[in-house]
């Protein structure tokens, strides 16, 4: 067993979902989840996403600076834990609101976070 233990790596990756799909209201109780038909555009709407070492992601995902590897990421804490994962030759899997799945590199999907929107409006599918 202690072997083994030796050559195990950190578990840094993870996958996470998209923060906007919960919807808060002023009460906790009414808390729901948005229809798979909310999202304008469902094909550039992110449902679940690699990251290092977190549950869920946020806008922020998208404006903070690369980090240079996951390993930096999981070191650094705090908010970069919610970094786009780069494990699979510099970039990640997400999986979209219409089903499909993507793999795309770290800055190909930071940019398509960018695209004609804000972070917020990308990860809310186009409404507020």
Known sequence: MERLRR????YI?????NSRVNVLDAAPA????VRFSDPKNPSNTPLIH???GQNNFYAGTFE???PASDDAAFAAGGAQLQAFTQRHGGGGFILWFDGHISRLSYDE????????TTPWLFLGGGHN
């Open 7 to 10: 050559r195990q790596l950190p």
């Open 13 to 17: 990756a993870d996958y996470g979902y």
């Open 30 to 33: 009414a808390k729901r989840l």
């Open 50 to 52: 690699e990251l290092v």
């Open 64 to 66: 903070f600076p690369r």
């Open 109 to 116: 999907y930071m940019a398509r976070a960018r695209q004609d």
